[in-house]
């Protein structure tokens, strides 16, 4: 890993706040998190595999301190943030890398506007509304409607359900990867997942339409150890999506960017290599955003 210290710079779009820390030079990689807590790709972001790309890193909307955003957010406004980070940054397309909910806001920006994204790698994607695996009822039940009644008393609480159930030793590898202040940054943050996130993510439907018509090469990712519910969705989007790869990271579950920052860094790396962004590609997107 780097051992360059990351600094984080803040973005107004609109009335919302965004951060985001960038590094290196060469076609653009643009990480953007998962829901729950912020940091999942800070290990993915320093590791050596993407020292040839210029790797940026968002924080989204909700998920950086201060006043929480004063309206209900979208996947769609997540998207729109995406675009608008990349509009400061003079960025006209890039490498979009998305894990779990982040992956509905990746495939949200790819159909809204096809020309910003030249690849899509969506690790464990989660469910949107009318996108759901059988195997779904089954975490709802369990964890997400357990952890959501948690919410409205303790966050902790909630925080804890939500993680054991994507992962046993959860606090263990967010400690490992982030310490111990991250750990706790990571549950506070949490409060805007369970109040806002998660309605978004009931709420956020896959235009499968527009989706089937997408261009872009595409990787999904599955953990090997990630439970059942992910792997079902690799398999309906990449039955869904014209132009799909799918990978399988062994030996590591849903918490995979914490717990193998350098694999999942090689597979980016690997995929935006075989695909890289030719001067057509980004004269369209130059044009389209004028």
Do not use: K
């Amino acid at each position: 890993m780097s051992s360059a210290a990351e600094v984080l710079h803040r973005l107004m779009v609109g009335d919302t706040q965004i951060e985001f820390s960038e590094r290196g030079t060469g076609e653009p990689v643009l990480l953007v998190h998962a829901g729950v807590f912020a940091d999942w790709f800070v290990p993915v972001a320093s590791v050596h595999e993407l020292e040839t790309f210029r790797v940026i890193r968002m924080r989204r909307a909700g998920y950086v301190s201060g006043a929480a955003p004063a309206h209900h957010l979208t996947m769609a406004d997540h998207a729109r943030h995406v675009s608008a980070l990349m509009d400061a940054l003079g960025i006209a397309t890039a490498h979009l890398c998305g894990h779990s909910s982040s992956c509905l806001i990746n495939l949200q920006l790819a159909m809204e506007r096809p020309e910003r994204v030249a690849t899509l790698v969506l690790m464990d994607p989660a469910p949107g509304a009318v996108l759901q695996a059988p195997s779904q009822e089954h975490f709802t039940n369990s964890v997400a409607r357990p952890a959501l009644a948690a919410a409205a008393e303790s966050t902790e609480s909630a925080f804890d359900i939500w993680m054991a159930g994507v992962a046993r030793d959860y606090r263990a590898i967010v400690e490992s990867a982030l310490g111990p202040d991250g750990y706790r940054g990571a549950v506070a943050q949490s409060r805007f997942f369970f109040a806002d996130e998660l309605p978004a993510i009931r709420e956020w439907a896959l235009d499968r339409d527009r989706a089937a018509r997408l261009t872009q090469p595409v990787l999904l990712i599955r953990g090997g150890d990630s439970p059942p519910n992910f792997h079902h969705m690799v398999e309906l989007l990449a039955g869904v999506l014209p132009h799909v790869e799918t990978a399988t990271a062994g030996g590591v579950g849903h918490l995979m960017p914490l717990q193998d920052p350098e694999g999942v860094a090689r597979l980016i790396a690997e995929f935006a290599r075989r695909h890289p962004i030719t001067s057509t590609d980004d004269a369209r997107a130059r044009s389209a955003t004028r």
